[in-house]
């Protein structure tokens, strides 16, 4: 767009670039920067236009972004142009998704490379390594609290390793994803260092304040994010003589993003890694970017004005770079981590999409779909131009982040249900077979979430315990029916390293003084490769979960109505235990797949007549795509195994 005041700010800009910034090949590089030049000026003036430096600081902006775009690859500058092209990429079913941490899944980054055949004979082709920048060697957060933002942690390799492993995956078309925590740093920061030094630039880098006056105010509607392990929002550091807003831990110090160097510094950094050969970076807890008096300091307009600011110098200099946005947050707010346009992402490509994952553990519970319909109904319409990573397990504890309304909608109490669901998860409700642990159970309220493996949470740890044949039958096909969900729900499905081999809780943890307090770390286990050999010998549980999954995921890729192209139609069916949706690739409208799933632990019928409407292509026999074969519709019902799952199509 065409705005006088912009052009002319970059008119100026653009005479003061420093002579190293000049470059033979800059064409690409102007063009995108004056086709989104008005965008990042008006979004930094909303920011920052108050200050008398702000001529300086947007200067320094498009400093940044011209000397990251002149260090680009040749390789990642024709990726970035043909993306530009066919810009839906990401959309297509052919995506799926695995976390990882690189020292529990692997050796190092270098071992990495040797690990990406397992990946590929699973079918997986996006890998998220968990955070492996630099982070002090005890209090780190798992590696969310960040020394330096420019150097991966030694223990992991180098810098050089990841721009290897970046280059071996695309040349197997693999997309790397890596995380960027954009909130806070660690304490050892050379920011904080100097921060503790009396550097006042520093200093103005965090939230730092002289006695408890602010502290208090900000406290009295900030909620609490570790209530046990790490209460409050604030820390004394008797090294720099001031309060240190913290919301996550005692280490981890918020970022002030009302300084507009720390928001520069930032892009630099993504745009950094992003050379580097990263296709995806996955910006870690961005709700909490803004932080306001008065309010729960969690997302605030101006922490999308940030997002749709990062996204918007991102394209100027790696137009084919996606972002992740890893909010937690209420379903309600969740797509707002897209952005407000009306097709395209502004903000984030992609967004977690927690409230579905909630809503499959719900099912799982309660052995019925209730709830699971109600908020699948209720789940905000992404924009187009933008998708879900659609998940069962990740690296976190589990919270029952669905709405209220939505609770109550399907006649449970919303506290006594989540209660409910908490007793369940952790073993103490009668019949249930779950091994989780509670995680963070807020004394004041009595909310708590739950930490615990997928094979250990749906009881297969205590099937094989007790050796019971029908139980371990019963949670393998839960295993199976939970990512058949994921696989076919539209959008990128994001598997757990470990999932796909039954791996149950690891209670070595327990022996780390750095990680006994943290249940989490029991889902975070080391990689059992000796186990994962075991899904080549027919028989075995590692075959049995393995071979189905790898079946599933390679049907995924050529189903086209499983794209990500807003083609999902949830189907009402008066049989509660069924969750059942259609899929339908609009660009042929002849390709549709009916996707019907059974919580409940008897088979279930469903009654065709009732969705007949919208499957007028089921007559006399429906092809079952899982099983090869063709299912005979003459009394206008379908039986659906106890705890199983149909893929239909056209007969």
């Not at 071996?168 to 030094?197: E, F, G, I, P």
Request: proline content about 4%; some cysteine; hydrophobic content about 40%.
């Amino acid at each position: 767009m065409y705005e006088q005041t912009s052009h002319a700010l970059l008119n100026d800009i653009l005479t003061k670039l420093k002579p190293e910034l000049e470059h033979p090949n800059m064409r690409h590089f102007y063009t995108r920067l004056g086709a989104n030049f008005y965008a990042i000026h008006s979004l930094f003036h909303l920011l920052y236009g108050e200050r008398e430096d702000f001529p300086a600081q947007m200067l320094k902006l498009v400093e940044t972004l011209a000397r990251r775009y002149v260090e680009r690859p040749t390789r990642l500058r024709d990726s970035d142009m043909g993306r530009e092209q066919h810009y839906d990429w990401f959309l297509s079913q052919k995506w799926v998704g695995m976390a990882v941490y690189c020292d529990r899944f692997a050796d190092n980054l270098e071992d990495m490379r040797d690990k990406l055949p397992y990946l590929q004979d699973l079918g997986v082709n996006l890998l998220h390594i968990m955070p492996i920048l630099a982070c002090p060697p005890s209090a780190s957060d798992g590696g969310y609290a960040v020394s330096d933002y420019y150097k991966v942690d030694p223990r992991y390799g180098s810098n050089d390793d990841v721009k290897a492993l970046a280059e071996t995956m695309a040349q197997r078309d693999m997309l790397l994803v890596l995380d960027v925590v954009v909130n806070h740093t660690s304490d050892q920061h050379a920011w904080a260092q100097s921060a503790r030094k009396g550097v006042t630039k520093y200093q103005d880098y965090y939230y730092a304040f002289d006695d408890r006056s602010m502290p208090d105010a900000f406290e009295q509607t900030m909620p609490e994010i570790f209530p046990v392990n790490a209460p409050g929002n604030f820390t004394w550091d008797a090294a720099m003589g001031k309060w240190v807003m913290t919301v996550f831990n005692h280490y981890q110090w918020d970022l002030n993003y009302r300084n507009p160097e720390v928001l520069i510094d930032m892009i630099g950094i993504m745009l950094f890694w992003a050379n580097k050969g990263v296709d995806i970076l996955r910006l870690d807890a961005v709700a909490f970017l803004w932080k306001k008096m008065g309010s729960t300091c969690q997302n605030e307009r101006e922490a999308h004005l940030l997002l749709q600011l990062m996204k918007d110098c991102c394209q100027v200099t790696a137009p084919g770079v996606l972002f992740i946005a890893e909010a937690i947050v209420a379903p309600s707010e969740i797509a707002k981590y897209f952005g407000e346009d009306a097709i395209n992402a502004k903000e984030c490509e992609i967004a977690y999409n927690a409230t579905l994952m909630a809503l499959l553990w719900d099912a799982v519970a309660t052995k019925n779909a209730r709830l699971l319909n109600q908020g699948v109904r209720s789940l905000p319409v992404k924009l187009d131009r933008a998708t879900w990573l659609n998940y069962v397990r990740c690296h976190d504890d589990i919270g029952l982040g669905f709405d209220d309304q939505d609770i109550r909608h399907v006649d449970y109490d919303p506290h006594a249900h989540r209660q409910f669901l908490l007793n369940y998860f952790t073993g103490h409700f009668p019949g249930s077979t779950a091994r989780g642990l509670p995680f963070s159970v807020n004394a004041k309220t009595g909310d708590a979430r739950f930490s615990g493996s997928l094979a250990s949470l749906v009881g297969l740890e205590a099937a094989i315990e007790a050796n019971d044949a029908y139980g371990i039958d019963m949670s393998i096909q839960t295993i199976i029916t939970l990512h058949a969900v994921i696989l076919s729900f539209g959008g990128i499905p994001l598997l757990y390293y470990g999932d796909a081999i039954g791996m149950v809780n690891d209670q070595i943890y327990l022996s780390d003084p750095n990680k006994a307090d943290d249940n989490r770390w029991m889902h975070r286990y080391y990689f059992d490769w000796e186990k994962a050999a075991k899904r080549k010998q027919s028989g075995t549980l590692e075959y049995r979960i393995f071979s189905a999954l790898k079946k599933l995921i390679a049907l995924r890729k050529e189903i086209v109505a499983f794209a990500d192209i807003q083609n999902r139609e949830l189907l009402s069916v008066s049989n509660p235990n069924l969750l059942v949706y259609l899929q339908t690739d609009h660009k042929t409208s002849k390709s549709q797949v009916l996707v019907v799933a059974n919580f409940n632990a008897e088979p279930q019928t469903l009654q065709l007549d009732e969705i007949s409407a919208s499957i007028p292509f089921f007559r006399q026999v429906a092809k079952d795509l899982v099983a090869g074969t063709l299912l005979e519709l003459e009394g206008r019902t379908i039986t659906v195994p106890a705890l199983g799952f149909f893929w239909l199509a056209e007969g």
